[in-house]
């Protein structure tokens, strides 16, 4: 990265920033920076880091003349056109793995928060109201893990530790893991719902995978049922959830992301200020470990993939 100028449109952990300078690269740092202004500067740049707001689309990449690599300090590609770059021969790297921990542990809270309605009881509180609300447990329940990767995994083994049942549905073969973990593993997406008291989505946004969880699929549930998504905002349709909600076959749907964050849609508009939503702004990588491992992990992989 000697003399490599990167431009880093995300607001990054400052490790990052470090750690490129420490190696020599020359770092516009823009976090906040505008369409039209990343259209202006990037044709600049040899890399380019990211996280999940800037869209590195197939327009991005023509103008980026100079572009080696395009780093996204994180897990999900989505925002990356990588059909564009592999066309453009623009390396795309990300870092797997660093924020599997954190992510699974806030799955964790937003499950608790939804079974132990935390929202109303915290409402009441800020009110002054001291009144109850009934809630249920965790244990003995059964959830379905839907997307059997890295945070599937590891949700998996901390709410087998709360004694909760296990589903895990994927698209690859997971038996291997599903044993190891004492999961069983569902025929199809359907049957997986059908069973389940908690749903937890831990599938990466892909065509495939775009409103995974639509009107079919929320009648499929089990009425009642607890919906928790810290994937992707578009692997549920919100209009159908909002049905869902409003019918009684989602209880409580406890959210870190949407489709469009803020919301922008009228269903997602909605959605924000139910009383059975738990929303949160988007949080499952936040946190200062999990930002440290992006850090060292995304500029390790910047520098290999330039080496190459
Ligand atoms: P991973 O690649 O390890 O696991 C994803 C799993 O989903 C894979 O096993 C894959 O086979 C499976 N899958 C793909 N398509 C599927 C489908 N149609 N049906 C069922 N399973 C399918 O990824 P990971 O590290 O576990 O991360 C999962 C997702 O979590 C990421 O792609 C990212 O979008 C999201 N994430 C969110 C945050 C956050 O801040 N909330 C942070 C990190 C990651």
Known sequence: LQGARVLVTDPVDDLLL?????????????????????????????????????RVDREVLER????????????????????AARERKVRVVNAPGAATQSVAELTIALMI????????????????????????????????????????????????AIGMDIIAYDVVDIRGHAEKLGARVAEDLHSALAEADVVTLHVPLTPDTY???????????????????????????SEALLWALNEGVVATAALDVLEHEP?????????????????????????????RRVAIETVRRLLEALAE
């Open 113 to 160: 928060a939804a079974a132990r309605r935390l929202r109303e009881s915290m409402e009441l509180a800020s009110r002054g109201v001291w009144k109850k609300v009934v809630g249920v447990e965790l244990y003995g329940k059964t959830l379905a893990v839907v997307g059997f990767g890295r945070i599937g995994r590891r949700v998996a083994e901390i709410a087998r």
């Open 263 to 291: 919301p922008a849609t009228e269903a997602e508009k909605r959605l924000a200020q139910h009383p059975r939503v738990i929303l949160t702004t988007h949080i499952g990588a936040s946190t200062v470990e999990a930002q």
């Open 18 to 54: 470090e750690a490129l300078r420490a190696v020599g690269a020359q770092v516009d740092y823009r976090p906040g920076i505008s369409r039209g202004e990343l259209l202006a500067l990037v044709p600049r740049y040899e890399a380019l880091v990211v996280r999940s707001r800037t």
């Open 211 to 237: 409103h995974l969880m639509s009107w079919e699929e929320f009648k499929a549930m089990k009425r009642g049922s607890i919906l928790v998504n810290t994937s992707r905002g578009a692997v549920v349709d």
């Open 64 to 83: 980026a003349g100079n572009l080696l690599v395009v780093a996204r300090a994180g897990v999900g590609l989505d925002n990356v056109d990588l059909e």
